[in-house]
């Protein structure tokens, strides 16, 4: 019995959430707006954005004010390095900082390749929608097949029942239907419980609740441009990837880390600015020839590295070998989105025929059913042929949705690979 009530409790819990009914470009849009991923890249590009500005800080000027006060026995000395004052004010920034120029630079780079990181991503998000959307669509129009098959294998059992009372059918014809019936209805089951899976995985690439489902809407959608040739899909793909232009965001980050890594022997001009008020009860008339309340200092502060250690030609040498495997790894990613494009054309062209090859053997299918119709209307088919014809079309209907979706499949993944999948959806 408990398991029993498990049972019966998943199915009522599966209809608390809520079905919503999008296009492609709805859904799209949607999973632009909400998909965890896409909402982390926007936060990744905040901190990138924030990076720059740490790193252009030490050149904004800054100001403390506070105070030293202190009342003197004797001689004013210092405290904390400063003249007890009843007022003090600093201001410093770096003027001239090579290294940390060069780092401002790198994360500027920086910023740029994560821009280029969170494009890619966006593009991933939209490919799985799409391709979420394309499955969820082919489930449902198999599932509806499925459904028609079993409302029809259900009216031949009936005329089977008839005809056995009849005595014109032997006994066993009965079981025959309804072994027929048991199997499309485990069919029809299973395609439902895809249909579902599908809607859900479309719902959650969208940001929506485990609970929900998207449902696709029937909408006509135009064919998405392709590439003419393998070879503009390769070049398209070459010049398009982000996944190259963020490698080569970085290799250029790395090249400014380089030199700012040797730029560590190259003398630093800081700015310098001091005010402070001083009081009488600290009796600096006494040990000073003249006695001025207020006082201030502006100047440059001059620091020339005479000798760094070992430290900077480790730091060149370590960033240098990143900046290597950044290159091999770039060469690689290349050659690599080269060899996919010429895959992923091929597949295209593969799957185009098999999407025509399903279809004329449905067609063919189709055609039995019609021949085998008039025949019956003629007295020289029996229910039988009519019966197992209807399946065999059933089953001809199911690949053709499947080599359909397939084929958008395949189109999606070479306009991925081109970079125009955005575009093309947006």
């Avoid at 909400?34 to 800054?62: C, G, I, T, Y």
């Avoid at 029809?152 to 014809?173: K, Y």
């Avoid at 079309?393 to 499947?402: G, L, N, P, R």
Wanted: proline fraction near 4%; hydrophobic fraction near 45%; charged fraction near 25%.
């Amino acid at each position: 019995m408990r398991r029993f009530g498990f049972l019966v409790l998943i199915p009522a819990c599966a209809c608390l959430g809520e079905v919503h009914t999008l296009t492609l470009r709805e859904a799209v849009d949607l999973a632009l707006k909400q998909n965890p991923d896409v909402v982390l890249a926007r936060l990744d590009e905040r901190r990138a954005e924030q990076a720059v500005r740490l790193a252009k800080d030490p050149f904004v000027p800054k100001v403390v004010v506070g105070s030293g006060l202190a009342y003197s026995s004797g001689f004013p000395m210092s405290i904390e390095g400063a003249t007890p004052s009843i007022l003090q004010a600093s201001a410093i920034a770096e003027v001239y900082n090579r290294p940390q120029s060069l780092r401002v630079a790198s994360a500027r780079e920086g910023r740029r390749g994560v821009g280029i990181d969170a494009a890619a991503r966006q593009d991933e998000v939209i490919y799985r929608t799409a391709d979420l959307f394309v499955e969820a669509e082919r489930a449902g129009k198999a599932a509806g097949v499925a459904r028609r098959e079993l409302d029809g294998l259900a009216s031949v059992l009936e005329a089977v029942r008839a005809r056995v009372a009849e005595g014109r059918e032997l006994p066993i014809e009965i079981r025959k239907a309804e072994l027929e019936l048991a199997r499309a209805r485990y069919r029809a089951q299973t395609l439902e419980n895809g249909v579902r899976a599908a809607q859900t995985a479309l719902a959650l690439v969208v940001g929506l609740e485990p609970e929900d489902q998207v449902r696709p809407a029937a909408a006509e959608r135009a064919l998405l441009p392709l590439p003419e040739s393998a070879e503009a899909a390769v070049r398209q793909a070459l010049e398009g990837s982000k996944e190259i232009r963020s490698l080569e965001s970085r290799l250029l980050a790395k090249g400014y880390d380089v030199r700012a890594q040797r730029a560590a022997r190259l003398p630093r001009l800081d700015l310098v600015a001091q005010y402070g008020l001083l009081a009488r009860f600290n009796h600096y008339e006494d040990f000073f020839r003249k006695f001025q309340r207020h006082n201030g200092q502006l100047g440059i502060s001059f620091q020339v590295p005479l000798w760094s250690g070992p430290g900077v030609a480790a730091g060149v040498s370590q960033a240098e070998a990143e900046a290597a495997q950044l290159r091999i790894q770039l060469r690689h990613v290349r050659s690599r989105i080269a060899a996919d494009t010429h895959v992923g054309y091929d597949n295209l062209r593969q799957a185009e025929a098999a999407q025509e090859l399903a279809r004329l053997d449905l067609e063919v299918a189709r055609e039995q059913v019609s021949l085998l119709l008039v025949e019956r209307q003629e007295g020289r088919a029996a229910l039988r042929q009519i019966e197992e014809a209807r399946i065999a079309e059933t089953d001809k209907w199911i690949a053709f949705y499947q080599a359909a979706a397939s084929l958008e499949r395949a189109r999606l993944n070479l306009l991925r690979l081109t970079g125009g999948l955005a575009a093309a959806l947006r």
